[in-house]
C-alpha cells in the first residue's frame, strides 16, 4: 500500500504563490510516475502537472510558465509550485502515484487552495 499527504494549500491574492507538497510513504517502488490533479467545485478532476515515466514533465496548457512540479527522491516528495496564481485556479489539489508494477493508481486526499481576487 502507498500512503500519499498534501500540504501547503491555503488562501491566496491573485498574483501570489504557494508551494505545494505531497509526502510518500509505504510500498514505493518509485516517485517519478508521481503528479498533481485537481478539482474545482462543479467540474472534473484535470491533470496539472505530471512527471512522465523517462523524467520529462507534463503540464496543463493553463498553468504551464506559472507552475513548477519538482521532486526529491530521496525524501519521497513531490512539490508544485504555483506562480502569478488566479482565481480559476482555486481548487482541492490532489497528488497521485501510479505504480507501474501493479497498475494501481493511489489519491492524497487533497489540499485546497484558493485564490481571492
Known amino acids: 500500500q502507498v500512503q500519499l499527504v498534501e500540504s501547503g494549500g491555503g488562501l491566496v491574492q491573485a498574483g501570489g504563490s504557494l508551494r505545494l507538497s505531497c509526502a510518500a510513504s509505504?510500498?514505493?517502488?518509485?516517485?517519478?510516475?508521481m503528479g498533481w490533479h485537481r478539482q474545482a467545485p462543479g467540474k472534473q478532476r484535470e491533470l496539472v502537472a505530471s512527471?512522465?515515466?523517462?523524467?520529462?514533465?507534463n503540464y496543463a496548457g493553463s498553468v504551464k510558465g506559472r507552475f513548477t512540479i519538482s521532486k526529491d527522491n530521496a525524501k519521497n516528495t513531490v512539490y508544485l509550485q504555483m506562480n502569478s496564481l488566479k482565481p480559476e485556479d482555486t481548487a482541492v489539489y490532489l497528488c497521485?502515484?501510479?505504480?507501474?508494477?501493479?497498475?494501481?493508481?493511489?489519491w492524497g486526499q487533497g489540499t485546497q487552495v484558493t485564490v481571492s481576487s
Open positions: 497521485s502515484l501510479f505504480d507501474t508494477r501493479t497498475g494501481s493508481l493511489y
Open positions: 509505504g510500498s514505493i517502488f518509485s516517485i517519478n510516475t
Open positions: 512527471f512522465i515515466l523517462g523524467g520529462t514533465t
